[in-house]
């Protein structure tokens, strides 16, 4: 990507395995993963080069698990770049990794150590299982995702805050190096073909009204409501535009970033050089990372949901039957 400029909206890109896409650079793009499609939009505040919201998906030796993140850090400028640089070694080291709360765990550590500074972000992580399509959903503080399902055509707030009942769970899920020692919850579900999941930062729900209030959480959920989630190629252009069109100033005084993902059901199954090459590409990177001092050193997640799907899909598929969905 080419500093200084946005990349044009029909500009797609086809993720490979074991690769690592995204950064804090303006953008527009769609993004092509194993049993997903992905857009996203970003322009930093000022039109800059770089800002401090960081968006990253990565794909793993297989291609059968998809990892997408959206942060927003504080600050600016070589600070962020910096960071973003720390988030990218951390998506690579759990590239081939299922189970995210290490991830996540690891993030709240790396900004903790941050927190002197006055460093902090909020965050939503989220962990797609392509043959499965299962989703593992955490979010540090952030703005609510929103999730579209397409058998009722419906847009709702993606929650991880609250149990089976309804009630609110104890202290967790805070912006990233508040607490060393924090917890962050996990939702788990199945996403049916068509569905959409929206990340979003949080300059869409500060943004104001047509009367000079703030819009808030709920407001923003009818704008999206009233766009069509079954052109998910327009969403984002068509969210920004209504947002910006409701007061003068909207969407200028910060960065603005949207992550949506769509499920495809059109990975049931890894393909079989996919499975034959992943060792290779494991090693690779392995090396790699030796050569750059062993930082984001790509391990497997030793499981049988892990290497025995990587294997043989109907492993996989058995295990997933025991996920409760949660709608």
């Keep these: 990507m080419s500093e200084g400029t946005v990349e044009p909206s ?4 086809s993720m490979t395995c074991m690769e690592i896409w995204g950064g804090n650079r303006a953008t527009q793009r769609t993004v092509t993963l194993p049993g997903l499609d992905a857009w996203v939009y970003s322009v930093p505040y000022q039109q800059a080069d770089s800002g401090g919201d960081v968006y990253y998906v990565s794909n793993c030796a297989t291609g059968r698990i998809t990892r997408l993140m959206l942060a927003d850090v504080s600050g600016h400028g070589a600070a962020v770049a910096e960071t973003a640089n720390h988030l990218r070694l951390l998506m690579r080291r759990y590239v081939n ?3 995210q709360v290490k991830f996540v765990m690891s993030m709240n550590t790396e900004f903790a150590g941050l927190a002197n500074a006055g460093g902090f972000a909020t965050a939503v992580v989220a962990t797609f299982l392509a043959p499965t399509r299962r989703l593992t959903f955490s979010n540090a503080g952030h703005p609510c995702p929103l999730i579209y399902t397409a058998r009722d055509q419906r847009w709702r707030q993606l929650e991880t805050s609250k149990d089976d009942a309804g009630r609110l769970q104890g202290p967790s899920d805070l912006p990233l190096g508040i607490f060393e020692d924090g917890t962050y919850a996990e939702l788990e579900m199945m996403l049916d073909v068509g569905d959409l999941v929206l990340f979003f930062t ?3 729900v500060e943004s104001r009204d047509a009367n000079g209030e703030l819009l808030g959480a709920e407001a923003f959920l009818k704008i999206v409501s009233e766009l069509d989630g079954r052109q998910p190629e327009l969403l984002l252009n068509q969210i920004v535009a209504k947002v910006s069109s409701l007061r003068a100033g909207n969407l200028t005084e910060d960065d603005v970033t ?15 050089k996919n499975r034959v090459m992943a060792p290779f590409r494991l090693l690779k990177g392995m090396a790699d990372s030796l050569l750059n001092g062993g930082r984001g050193m790509p391990l497997p997640e030793i499981s049988v949901a892990n290497l025995g799907g990587g294997l043989y899909d109907p492993l996989t598929a058995k295990a997933s039957r025991s996920v409760k969905e949660k709608s």
Excluded: K, N, Y
């Design 10 to 13: 029909e500009a797609a890109h």
């Design 97 to 99: 990794h299922i189970q």
């Design 202 to 204: 949080d300059a869409l």
């Design 258 to 272: 949207l992550l949506l993902f769509r499920a495809t059901g059109e990975a049931s199954r890894v393909p079989f």
